[in-house]
């Protein structure tokens, strides 16, 4: 399989050739995550982040995600039940 080929997040499907692209135009973390989601799909970025920073690290950008909550998927009634109580 080659590279171009490769998913970094199967939430949104991101491509590694797609993160390659904007991170060798000198794009951030930030701006990669807004313009592409990855990170943002289901799995709140358990699954991408890591592969993500490893690429960064290959083109010698060494940023670490910031993770907001939040950390893991939550349904909308327990926020309905925090809210109500």
Avoid: H, W
């Avoid at 939430?11 to 313009?35: H, M, N, Q, T």
């Avoid at 909308?76 to 109500?84: A, G, M």
């Amino acid at each position: 399989m080659k590279k171009d080929n490769l998913i970094v997040c199967r939430c949104e499907d991101v491509s590694f050739k797609e993160i390659e692209a904007l991170v060798k135009k000198g794009f951030s973390l930030e701006e990669i995550k807004k313009l592409t989601r990855c990170g943002m799909g289901y799995c709140q970025g358990r699954t991408c982040f890591n592969i993500l920073i490893r690429l960064l690290k290959i083109y010698n950008q060494n940023l670490v995600p910031k993770k907001r909550p939040p950390l893991k998927p939550i349904l909308i009634k327990e926020i309905i039940s925090y809210f109500s109580e």
